[in-house]
């Protein structure tokens, strides 16, 4: 079975500009979760979405978005980027929640200028 | 709030020796508890977890972590680590979302 994937694995933007990060969950998982990785903060969730529905929400500000597809992939989309942004996004996924066991993502290494 | 404390940031061991890495959480409820580890260039992994039931639960590669409720602790335990076992290690909690400790990073010298 093929893991979680996500693209791109790199990514160098400037302040201001937008960004969008894919994720493609492990067949059959209906939930995908986001998180930030920083050598600040650690590991930091942004939210979680199950059956094209947000079920939960970190404490980011709206400039951070997501939505999930109807095959379950994933996007996150952050705008107006600013330099703290920079970081290793994450994306984990389960078959039902973030209760049971995540399996993660390589991540996408941001980068903000 | 939700937080999850992991108490040691960097341990350093020989190959052979024993470890326990701490993880303390304030959440007063019911807790899914879980350690995960991120070897060096892979990606984060499962090495056990709690629901419920025994609370000495055993994981992969030897691993094992025990719940106790009144300390509100999970720790992890290997009786004997390898070179292999170095790694960064995170403890987390999910009640109605995930929080991840801080993480140790584990260096065992060969």
């Known amino acids: 079975k093929a893991g979680v994937t996500q693209t791109p694995r790199y990514l160098i933007k400037t302040r201001g500009q937008q960004v969008t990060l894919s994720c493609s969950p492990i067949s059959g998982h209906r939930s995908v979760s986001w998180y930030q990785q920083t050598p600040g903060q650690g590991l930091q969730f942004l939210f979680e979405?199950?059956?094209?529905?947000?079920?939960n929400k970190g404490n980011f500000p709206g400039r951070f978005s997501g939505r999930q597809f109807s095959n379950s992939r994933s996007e996150m989309n952050v705008s107006t980027l600013e330099l703290g942004d920079s970081a290793l996004y994450l994306c984990?996924?389960?078959?039902?929640?973030?209760?049971?066991?995540?399996?993660f993502g390589p991540g996408t290494r941001l980068l903000v200028l | 709030a939700q937080s999850v404390s992991q108490h040691n940031h960097h341990v350093i061991l020989s190959e052979a020796a024993s470890l326990e890495l701490g993880c303390n959480y304030s959440?007063?409820?019911?807790?899914?508890l879980f350690w995960y580890v991120q070897y060096p260039g892979q990606h984060l992994q499962l090495l056990l977890k709690y629901f419920s039931g025994d609370p000495l639960v055993k994981g992969i590669k030897g691993f094992e972590a025990e719940f106790i409720k009144s300390k509100f602790s999970f720790n992890l335990r290997k009786p004997s680590v390898q070179w292999s076992d170095t790694a960064e290690y995170f403890c987390?909690?999910?009640?109605?979302?995930?929080?991840f400790g801080a993480g140790t990073r584990l260096t065992v010298k060969p």
């Open positions: 979405y199950f059956s094209e529905t947000q079920r």
């Open positions: 987390a909690v999910n009640v109605n979302d995930m929080r």
């Open positions: 959440y007063g409820g019911t807790v899914n």
């Open positions: 984990a996924s389960s078959f039902l929640g973030s209760q049971e066991t995540q399996y």
